[in-house]
């Protein structure tokens, strides 16, 4: 599988000017960068972008305001970066088969909140997942301005199964008669029915939104069904599988463009972050080379192999497995709370984090389970070969945090960064 560009060279400050001008910030990024080269980074919403990418979002056009959309701006001086966000939304709409893109949201929760502007009044009904169930903040929950501003309800998972009961989903929806319907979330290991939803949506006379930023790469790659042409509206980030810059974007049939524009900008957002429309272009650009299919299908038969390995040494996944790049293991069989586990992890170069699993009973900041995932190893060129080994390493792990036998998880550590040195990341430097 062909990487997205090669790791730095190891010569020299790789940040020559940012190292002679504030040498303080310019360790603290290289020690950053020592910190990713050298662990094994499972958390399923985070990867490592190309050079490219990376380039581009370190460039000058990041010096420029562009307040409004190509060819209607409020400022002079566009030359360029109307040519460039119209490269963006064409590679955007190409790659996703959309009639709309608007490339401008800041990140995932303002393109979310566009979405409630655009389609929605304070106080209506909205729906989504639930936090704790697998859902997002924005999706109505009880803390986000999305759950205060608008009536939340929310749907879960079934106990038994682990997933997303669209019965359940239906009955309330036909009941609230929600303004929106979110599907879609931050740590749902399976495949999300659009065509089901967007039934549903259909009966309730809701506005059905597909949030695929956990997935939004392997849709792009063929890993994953689209939600086009199920859903309304598809809202994305862009620095998940995708493997692009942080940001977002917003995406949809014709009809709803003129809705979602005028809700990103002047409803919400001022001036786009060009230098990062740039490298959101960039991305797509490498998401539409034939070796990123290769990469999507890696990325979830890497997380098959990982769930596997991981039955196979008793441990507890939500589901009993996992559709795409996520696990969600419930660590409560092993009595060993999920944060005791990410904090060994962490400590032996295993970097996830601890989440709360469906019906967790214990509070979100120290919860049951932790998330894993394999954008981030895939991107490295790790294959399913290699799971034994990380499933092992995860299960000695969480042996030596339930022991205090912190020898063992200095040896893990060794061993991992023995591993990670033999597959070098994008843009980081070789050992
Ligand atoms: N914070 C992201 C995640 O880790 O899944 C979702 O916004």
């Not at 030359?79 to 590679?91: G, M, P, S, T």
């Not at 390493?393 to 033999?422: F, N, P, Q, Y």
């Given at each position: 599988?062909?990487?997205?560009?090669?790791?730095?060279?190891?010569?020299?400050?790789?940040?020559?000017?940012?190292?002679?001008?504030?040498?303080?910030?310019?360790?603290?990024?290289?020690?950053?960068?020592?910190?990713?080269?050298?662990?094994?980074?499972?958390?399923p919403?985070?990867?490592?972008?190309?050079?490219?990418?990376?380039?581009?979002?370190?460039?000058?056009?990041?010096?420029?305001?562009?307040?409004?959309?190509?060819?209607?701006?409020?400022?002079?001086?566009?030359?360029n970066?109307?040519?460039?966000?119209?490269?963006?939304?064409?590679?955007?709409?190409?790659?996703?088969?959309?009639?709309?893109?608007n490339?401008?949201?800041?990140?995932?929760?303002?393109?979310?909140?566009a979405?409630?502007?655009?389609?929605?009044?304070?106080?209506?009904?909205?729906?989504?997942?639930?936090?704790?169930?697998?859902?997002?903040?924005?999706?109505?929950?009880?803390?986000s301005?999305?759950?205060?501003?608008?009536?939340?309800?929310?749907?879960?998972?079934?106990?038994?199964?682990?997933?997303?009961?669209?019965?359940?989903?239906?009955?309330?929806a036909?009941?609230?008669?929600?303004?929106?319907?979110?599907?879609?979330?931050?740590?749902?290991?399976?495949?999300?029915?659009?065509?089901?939803?967007?039934?549903?949506?259909?009966?309730?006379?809701?506005v059905l939104?597909?949030?695929?930023?956990?997935?939004?790469?392997?849709?792009?790659?063929?890993?994953?069904?689209?939600?086009?042409?199920?859903?309304?509206v598809?809202?994305?980030?862009?620095?998940?599988?995708?493997?692009?810059?942080r940001?977002?974007?917003?995406?949809?049939?014709?009809?709803?463009?003129?809705?979602?524009?005028?809700?990103?900008f002047?409803?919400?957002?001022?001036?786009?972050?060009?230098?990062?429309?740039?490298?959101?272009?960039?991305?797509?650009?490498?998401?539409?080379?034939?070796?990123?299919?290769?990469?999507?299908?890696?990325?979830?038969?890497?997380?098959?192999?990982?769930?596997?390995?991981?039955?196979?040494?008793?441990?507890?996944?939500?589901s009993?497995?996992?559709?795409?790049h996520?696990?969600?293991m419930?660590?409560?069989?092993?009595?060993?709370?999920?944060?005791?586990?990410a904090?060994?992890?962490?400590?032996?170069?295993?970097?996830?984090?601890?989440?709360?699993?469906?019906?967790?009973?214990?509070?979100?900041?120290?919860?049951?389970?932790?998330?894993?995932?394999?954008?981030?190893?895939?991107?490295?060129?790790?294959g399913?070969?290699?799971?034994?080994?990380?499933?092992?390493?995860?299960?000695?792990s969480?042996?030596?945090a339930?022991?205090?036998?912190?020898?063992?998880?200095?040896?893990?550590?060794?061993?991992?960064?023995?591993?990670?040195?033999?597959?070098?990341?994008?843009?980081l430097?070789t050992?």
């Amino acid at each position: 599988m062909t990487l997205p560009s090669s790791a730095r060279p190891s010569s020299g400050p790789i940040h020559p000017a940012l190292t002679a001008t504030d040498p303080e910030l310019a360790a603290l990024v290289g020690a950053e960068e020592q910190l990713q080269a050298d662990t094994l980074r499972l958390i399923p919403s985070e990867n490592y972008v190309s050079v490219a990418v990376l380039e581009a979002s370190g460039t000058v056009l990041q010096n420029k305001y562009s307040e409004g959309y190509p060819g209607r701006r409020y400022y002079e001086g566009q030359q360029n970066i109307d040519l460039v966000e119209r490269l963006a939304i064409a590679r955007a709409k190409a790659v996703f088969g959309v009639e709309h893109a608007n490339v401008q949201p800041y990140s995932g929760s303002p393109a979310n909140l566009a979405v409630y502007l655009a389609f929605a009044e304070p106080g209506d009904a909205v729906m989504g997942m639930a936090l704790p169930m697998g859902g997002h903040l924005t999706h109505g929950w009880g803390v986000s301005a999305t759950g205060r501003w608008f009536r939340g309800v929310q749907y879960g998972v079934r106990q038994d199964t682990g997933l997303v009961d669209l019965d359940e989903v239906r009955d309330l929806a036909l009941k609230e008669r929600p303004k929106l319907i979110f599907c879609g979330g931050t740590a749902l290991p399976r495949t999300i029915d659009f065509a089901a939803f967007a039934e549903i949506a259909r009966e309730a006379g809701s506005v059905l939104v597909a949030d695929i930023a956990h997935i939004a790469g392997l849709i792009a790659g063929g890993a994953h069904p689209s939600p086009v042409p199920h859903a309304d509206v598809i809202s994305t980030t862009t620095h998940k599988t995708l493997r692009g810059p942080r940001g977002a974007m917003l995406m949809s049939r014709e009809e709803h463009a003129k809705a979602i524009d005028k809700a990103v900008f002047p409803g919400l957002q001022g001036g786009p972050h060009n230098q990062t429309t740039a490298a959101i272009a960039v991305a797509l650009h490498e998401a539409s080379q034939p070796s990123f299919r290769d990469y999507a299908h890696a990325v979830v038969a890497n997380a098959k192999a990982l769930a596997e390995a991981l039955l196979a040494r008793g441990f507890d996944l939500v589901s009993g497995g996992t559709d795409n790049h996520l696990i969600l293991m419930d660590l409560t069989p092993k009595d060993v709370p999920g944060k005791v586990a990410a904090k060994a992890l962490d400590r032996a170069g295993i970097v996830v984090n601890y989440n709360t699993v469906p019906f967790d009973p214990r509070k979100p900041f120290d919860p049951s389970g932790v998330r894993i995932g394999t954008p981030s190893l895939t991107s490295r060129g790790l294959g399913p070969e290699h799971m034994p080994t990380v499933a092992d390493w995860i299960d000695r792990s969480v042996t030596a945090a339930d022991a205090g036998d912190e020898d063992a998880l200095t040896k893990i550590r060794r061993e991992v960064a023995d591993l990670m040195a033999a597959y070098p990341a994008p843009g980081l430097p070789t050992a």
